[in-house]
């Protein structure tokens, strides 16, 4: 029994490991697809966008809105560092007068896509039909043959192989195509992403770059500028992260700042919950410990014959956070009617004196508590709990870990 349980966990750890990028790649396209190329229909639209308010407004930790807006985070910052490593090419222009050198009214116009390009479909096919006689990678040639053809009656609009542009004009472009046509900075939403960008963050990219390759202009700067650069980035990262990997890495203070994030934590004073931090770090590690071991508590075997009585001693690898005591009571009573014998589990749990409770509460500040080991034991009875032996203890303590982000002060 127990091995087919472990059997079927592994079988489903490799989509657990990446619920975050899964769930927000999948919301990510779902927009493009349904908003961007219109796949949802004028009486379709208001459905879809109060299905997507639904999904990304779900309360809790939700890997769909978590995962959306890191993947578009990590588009936006590949699109822009494109655009700044161009510009700082520009004759004159240095990270230092970079806001007041360079017009970014003028990038944001010149970013904007080629109108053909945002507008594909029935209207522009002639505008396609002569960036594709000029080899314009861009547009899918073969499609806006086929397209012409059946539209001067050459060709059986209902032919197999002939779109329906009317219906799907995306057809009519190349993946490069469909890059420029949704390219990040050129969306509304970010169109003051270039507007923001600090000095250091414009140091730290003129910093790797020699003085070769310079542009006499800004418009020779954003002709070579790759509007696929956000795209192939999301799609590398893809193929080498996983959810720890991805928040390790993507979860950048500016993130944290621009999408207001926090931890909060449970105050033993007011009796409630209240923020506790917009630190990045901080933030960056509550959410981490959420995805380490897919957020649940380690668990080992210590003895499979405790006291020499057959019993199992489990232990809590303590890092901090207690146990949710209820859940693991309940646990025990699941393994005993596996293991056939009484089962123990080892943890520390933090307690405080109600004497303590009530001079901080007085005091305005949180109180200190005092971290125990106990060994909770179900034998098919009652779960009652124990003192633990120190030298169980000191196998299980934290060693130096603590994921509490309680300030001295409170910040609301």
């Known amino acids: 029994m127990i091995d087919a349980l472990r059997e079927e966990a592994y079988y489903f750890a490799g989509q657990k490991t990446t619920k975050v990028m899964n769930e927000g790649w999948a919301t990510y396209w779902e927009s493009v697809m349904m908003g961007g190329e219109g796949f949802a229909g004028s ?16 309360p809790g930790l939700n890997p769909y809105k978590l995962g959306f807006e890191l993947w578009t985070h990590v588009e936006l910052r590949a699109a822009r560092r494109d655009v700044i490593d161009k510009l700082l090419r520009v004759e004159g222009v240095t990270p230092e007068n970079f806001h007041s050198r360079v017009d970014l009214d003028r990038v944001a116009d010149l970013l904007a896509p080629d109108p053909a390009i945002a507008g594909a479909g029935p209207a522009t096919l002639d505008e396609l ?17 086929r397209a012409l053809s059946a539209r001067e009656g050459d060709r059986d609009p209902n032919e197999p192989g002939v779109p329906d542009i009317e219906r799907y004009p995306w057809k009519l472009l190349t993946d490069e195509g469909l890059a420029e046509r949704h390219y990040a900075l050129s969306r509304p939403e970010h169109r003051t992403a270039l507007r923001d960008v600090s000095r250091e963050t414009l140091e730290e990219r003129a910093r790797y770059m020699f003085d070769v390759d310079r542009y006499p202009d800004a418009e020779s700067a954003l002709a070579d500028v790759d509007r696929t650069a956000g795209w192939e980035r999301m799609f590398e990262v893809r193929e080498s992260h996983n959810d720890v990997t991805f928040i390790d890495a993507f979860l950048t203070d500016e993130f944290v700042r621009e999408r207001n994030y926090f931890t909060y934590e449970y105050s033993r004073a007011a009796e409630e919950h209240r923020v506790a931090s917009v630190d990045p770090d901080d933030v960056r590690r509550k959410l981490l410990l959420k995805f380490t071991n897919f957020g649940k508590p380690t668990m080992v075997v210590l003895d499979g014959n405790f006291r020499n009585r057959g019993e199992l001693l489990l232990g809590h690898r303590y890092n901090g956070v207690a146990l949710d005591e209820e859940r693991a009571k309940a646990t025990l009573e699941r393994v005993f009617e596996l293991w056939g014998r009484p089962v123990n589990l080892a943890t520390i749990r933090v307690e405080y004196d109600e004497e303590e409770l ?9 109180p200190d508590g005092e971290e125990v080991g106990v060994r909770f034991q179900y034998d098919g009875g009652e779960v009652t709990a124990h003192d633990l032996d ?23």
């Open 358 to 366: 009530r001079r901080a509460k007085r005091n305005g500040r949180e």
């Open 43 to 58: 009486d379709e639209f208001l459905t879809y966008a109060d299905h997507m308010a639904r999904v990304l407004g779900s």
């Open 129 to 145: 039909a002569d960036l594709a006689a000029a080899g314009d990678p861009r547009v899918d040639a073969e499609t806006v043959d």
């Open 390 to 412: 120190p030298e169980i203890r000191e196998r299980i303590a934290a060693d130096d870990v603590d994921y509490d982000t309680k300030p001295a002060d409170w910040l609301a």
